[in-house]
């Protein structure tokens, strides 16, 4: 990255991403200029200008490189659907019901329990993505985000769901974790996080009138309202909860100020060019003897 300041100094930014915990630091170095002073302006760069990656390319690099455990997570689900179809186990018998004590072992096993395939591919893409963006934003607390969402989501569907009814799927956490996105990156003003909600709620259509009743009767799916109704709650409170906590209002470049700047004050300062530097002055007085 380079940059040009107001005084038509240059600079080099190495601005470098850490390709294991996900964030990203500055080297700021000063370089020798070109003896041109006007050079930002000579080539339209204006005050300052930037050459780096595109900043989808990054975050991009970034998802790779979070994405390890959440990818563990998805990969469990699918060999307990296949192991569950294959031998006949009958495992989603032990699904979420509501307002029995039994229930309380669903809010563990719920997620990793779905009726068909299409239930399952449509709930994995968005859970692996969603997962993948509070590795990324996240760093410290991403585990305890997943696991509060979990519980605060599977103890809402226990108290509210019908009783007598069974819940299976993890859509209840994809609800939770996208809104958990949302709701932080609206609080915090975060583009880049509202961004990839915004790409999260575009893969996951359902999204919105998902948490209506009406929905399941629409589509002709008996689909459990209450979870995703659940996780929708369970992402708002958990976002306001940790809004000091992750990524913030982002801000890329610091504007430069002439407070304490000493080199615009001294007139040899190496980046000036010859002209500006202050030439020596002899001065000679005269003396003219009173007649």
Partial sequence: MISCGKNGKIYTILHCYSMHYGYSWKIHIETLPLHHPPFCQLYGFGTHFEIRLSKMLNL???LIDSIIWPLVIVVSIWVVFFVNMRFDLGLNYFGMRPQEWRGLYGIFTMPFLHGDFDHLFSNSVPLLLSMGFIFIYFERERFHILLFNALLTGIILLAMGEYGSNHIGASGLVYAYIFFLITH???TRNKEMLGAAF?????????????FPEYGRIVGKNISWEGHLGGAISGVVLGLLYRNRGPQQAIFFEEETDDGDDDDDDPDAYWKTPEQRAQETTVRYYYKERE
């Fill in 60 to 62: 991009l690099i970034r």
């Fill in 185 to 187: 990156a609206v609080v």
């Fill in 199 to 211: 790409l999260l709620i575009f893969l996951y259509g359902s999204l919105i009138y998902g948490i």
